[in-house]
């Protein structure tokens, strides 16, 4: 039998188990789990043998196990023993975190969290890494993001303004700036700050990284009471947001699924024709990253609304293909 297959039944047992309020017998975990009695007894002994504490109770003629709430050494907070191992496990999701202001904060955090949990235990749950993996890799910069995020979190809370020194990098330029900070927002790697610049008189967005001087005034503002900060993000395909557009790009069939696994905007909305291709509708800002991810599908995706997209893609296409000639 696979080392994954029975990791999977005994983590199922556990769960199985936490969430009965009088315990389980090993016929219903067997019938549940669909598996033999014999089976369910050698895993009960192997999560006994690795810390969990379990015990049987005689009820009404049947003999049930059960999982203490309770571990070797009790956390400050009160965590139930499920939620230690969820908070263990997510130390490999939030690699993705490595290298930002918060790295040190958590690797404290799950220090405590592996103090609080038996060794024995804690080798069983290390098991689990063989076969649970990370793929998306860590944030790269670091620079005075700390200090940034710092200075970022004491305007937001005070509402007061930010003076800047911002670097743009499709200018090379630098440029002073008076800003609103509304809200700090890492993604894909990245730290960013919305807020609103009264040198360009817009809600902008600002990588912490070209950030070359911050600080904060005395100066007051007040986040406009029609302004969403979910509203608008949500019309950009990425980052980048502005007035959104209606789109429709065509994929073909061999391509389709591809699109159909994911949701890549909050408002797509596909469509199956006739001969197997897919039309992707969406709502967004025409930027540059939608354009980037249309043009990643090579000659699958054609764009059918509107022109200027579909004219801005094939000028781009076009230059490509001059580069090969």
């Known amino acids: 039998m696979a080392r994954g297959d029975q990791l999977s039944r005994q983590w199922k047992i556990i769960q199985r188990l936490l969430a009965a309020t009088r315990g389980v017998g090993v016929s219903d975990l067997a019938r549940d789990l669909g598996c033999h009695s014999r089976t369910v007894y050698r895993d009960l002994e192997a ?3 690795a810390g969990f504490p379990l015990y049987t109770d005689w009820v009404d003629g049947k003999n049930l196990w059960s999982i203490l709430d309770s571990v070797k050494r009790q956390p400050p907070l009160p965590l139930h023993q499920m939620e230690l191992m969820a908070l263990y496990f997510s130390r490999n999701v939030l690699k993705t975190l490595k290298n930002t202001p918060f790295a040190s904060a958590l690797q404290t955090l799950f220090e ?3 103090a609080t949990i038996p060794e024995d235990t ?3 749950l290390d098991s689990f890494e063989e076969t649970f993996t990370v793929g998306q890799a860590p944030y790269g910069r670091q620079k005075e993001v700390a200090r940034w995020i710092d200075i970022l979190n004491t305007a937001i809370l005070n509402r007061r303004l930010v003076e800047m020194t911002y670097y743009t990098i499709s200018r090379d330029h630098q440029t002073r700036r008076s800003v609103a900070p509304y809200k700090i927002w890492f993604f894909k790697g990245f730290i960013y700050m919305v807020g609103f610049c009264h040198l360009r008189q817009d809600v902008r967005i600002f990588t912490l990284d070209r950030i070359k001087e911050l600080a904060v005034t005395d100066e007051a503002y007040d986040i406009p009471a029609e302004f969403n ?7 950009g395909f990425g980052v980048f947001v502005g007035p959104p557009e209606k789109v429709k790009i065509l994929f ?9 696994e994911k949701k890549w905007h909050a408002t797509q909305l596909l469509t199956t024709r006739d001969d197997g291709s897919l039309q992707f509708e969406v709502e967004v800002a025409i930027t540059a990253e939608l354009k980037n991810w249309i043009m990643g599908w090579g000659a699958a995706a054609v764009v059918l609304q509107p022109q200027s997209l579909a004219d801005s893609i094939c000028k781009e296409a076009r230059g490509v293909a001059e580069n090969y000639a």
């Open 252 to 260: 073909k069939p061999a391509i389709g699924n591809y699109i159909r």
């Open 229 to 235: 900060i979910e509203d608008f993000m949500s019309t």
């Open 47 to 49: 999560l006994q043998a």
């Open 122 to 124: 804690r080798a069983y």
């Open 112 to 114: 405590k969290i592996v």
